[in-house]
T-cell receptor, first 113, second 112 residues
Framework: DTAVSQTPKYLVTQMGNDKSIKCEQN?????MYWYKQDSKKFLKIMFSYNNKELIINETVPNRFSPKSPDKAHLNLHINSLELGDSAVYFC????????????FGPGTRLTVL | KNQVEQSPQSLIILEGKNCTLQCNYTVSPFSNLRWYKQDTGRGPVSLTIMTFSENTKSNGRYTATLDADTKQSSLHITASQLSDSASYIC???????????FGKGTTLSVSS
């Protein structure tokens, strides 16, 4: 069984469109994250939700809006896509307390044309 | 400023050889340090997690060391295999409730 799953795996879209990426975890964790990995492979946190509450919100354009309907899901909606949004987006989950070991999803490669 | 620096940026070794990857950090206070392996096209997978009181931790052929005084960590890979080709990312957690700080990774290529 997949621990952290993301859909879609690949997303190709035109500039200006609105798109969503979905993430689900079945590990019973209370915290979920969205990361962006650019072409230089550098992972950068975007958002984190703990028990459906936003706890980390890095400097991300407000075109990006995360939504957590429950503890097991964290979706990412992106409005008015720009060329610079092209990257791989990773979802992750963990328990906030303790070692906070994060388990990552397989990633969604977004290409904006 | 909290930072995590890794070296080298990339490394090529022959199958069967050993190698050591370095990680220096300036994160303070410090909670734990972890090493992740990221295969091409996949998400990172945790190899080891160490708190400030741990000096070394092994996971198969991977051995991580930590010197909390000098704020340095290393990941040693023994008898490398082709499947070790990946990016290795050093990640540091500051005090509880703060986000993880990622290094830029070392890309390891193991050739036959």
């Amino acid at each position: 069984d997949t621990a952290v799953s993301q859909t879609p795996k690949y997303l190709v879209t035109q500039m200006g469109n609105d798109k969503s990426i979905k993430c689900e975890q079945n590990l019973g964790h209370d915290t979920m994250y969205w990361y962006k990995q650019d072409s230089k492979k550098f992972l950068k946190i975007m958002f984190s939700y703990n028990n459906k509450e936003l706890i980390i919100n890095e400097t991300v354009p407000n075109r990006f809006s995360p939504k957590s309907p429950d503890k097991a899901h964290l979706n990412l909606h992106i409005n008015s896509l720009e060329l610079g949004d092209s990257a791989v987006y990773f979802c992750a989950s963990s328990n906030w307390t303790g070692a906070n070991e994060q388990f990552f999803g397989p990633g969604t490669r977004l290409t904006v044309l | 400023k909290n930072q995590v620096e890794q070296s080298p940026q990339s490394l090529i070794i022959l199958e069967g050889k050993n190698c050591t990857l370095q990680c220096n950090y300036t994160v303070s206070p410090f909670s734990n340090l972890r090493w992740y392996k990221q295969d091409t096209g996949r998400g990172p997978v945790s190899l080891t997690i160490m708190t400030f009181s741990e000096n070394t931790k092994s996971n198969g052929r991977y051995t991580a060391t930590l010197d909390a005084d000098t704020k340095q960590s290393s990941l040693h890979i023994t008898a490398s295999q082709l499947s070790d080709s990946a990016s290795y990312i050093c990640v540091v957690r500051g005090q509880a409730g703060t986000a993880l700080i990622f290094g830029k990774g070392t890309t390891l290529s193991v050739s036959s």
